[in-house]
């Protein structure tokens, strides 16, 4: 079982529409949580982190986190063709890790016109 | 504020032949750690250095190492490359507590 897990995709969703992004991750010792977008041919850049059971809302994202499932997810809402990249889920755990981020693979978003 | 820095951003090698790389991270932050992606592997986690000091390591081989100065800025070196080590290599730098990475553009080397 992978420590981090996400689809791959790609994932469709037309424009305006609210996509939604998920992610399981297996290591209970993990407190910290965040999503990262990755542009084709670019680097990862960071979008949101979470801490805490429940919702965190940025402008058109919002990330929710449901620690006793294990589950993470990021919601963007009215999405744009801007929006079209991979979302990279990452978990760090509590103690023993630094600040080692566990990464999954990615999910590929395409907003279509 | 300037982003974290990377170089250099492509550079092709042959087998056998060593390579350093260099990273300057935010002002202020000392943490720096290192990833390898590719596109089988995803992101992998190679080591992290904070005050001068390797505070974490990944499952890499020997091959592979790192250092961190006392200004901050990292530097790793993969010598004997093989065509495997092809790949990104995305450096990210950190706040003590806070545990956001923020990346730099990457190195992208090919083996040949």
């Known amino acids: 079982q992978k420590e981090v897990e996400q689809n791959s995709g790609p994932l469709s969703v037309p424009e305006g529409a609210i996509a939604s992004l998920n992610c399981t991750y297996s290591?209970?010792?993990?407190?910290?949580f965040f999503w990262y977008r990755q542009y084709s041919g670019k680097s990862p850049e960071l979008i949101m982190s979470?801490?805490?059971?429940g919702d965190k809302e940025d402008g058109r994202f919002t990330a929710q986190l449901n620690k006793a499932s294990q589950y993470v997810s990021l919601l963007i809402r009215d999405s744009q063709p801007s929006d079209s990249a991979t979302y990279l889920c990452a978990v760090k755990r509590l103690t023993g890790g630094g600040n080692k981020l566990t990464f999954g693979t990615g999910t590929q978003l395409k907003v279509e016109l | 504020k300037a982003g974290v820095t990377q170089t250099p951003r492509y550079l092709i090698k042959t087998r056998g032949q060593q390579v350093t790389l260099s990273c300057s991270p935010i002002s202020g932050h000392r943490s720096v750690s290192w990833y390898q992606q590719t596109p089988g592997q995803g992101l992998q986690f190679l080591f992290e250095y904070f005050s001068e000091t390797q505070r974490n390591k990944g499952n890499f081989p020997g091959r592979f190492s790192g250092r961190q100065f006392s200004n901050s800025r990292s530097e790793m070196n993969v010598s004997t490359l093989e065509l495997g080590d092809s790949a990104l290599y995305l450096c990210a730098s950190s706040l003590e507590i806070a545990g956001e990475l923020f990346f730099g553009e990457g190195s992208r080397l090919t083996v040949l």
């Open positions: 979470i801490y805490s059971n």
């Open positions: 290591d209970r010792v993990s407190q910290s």
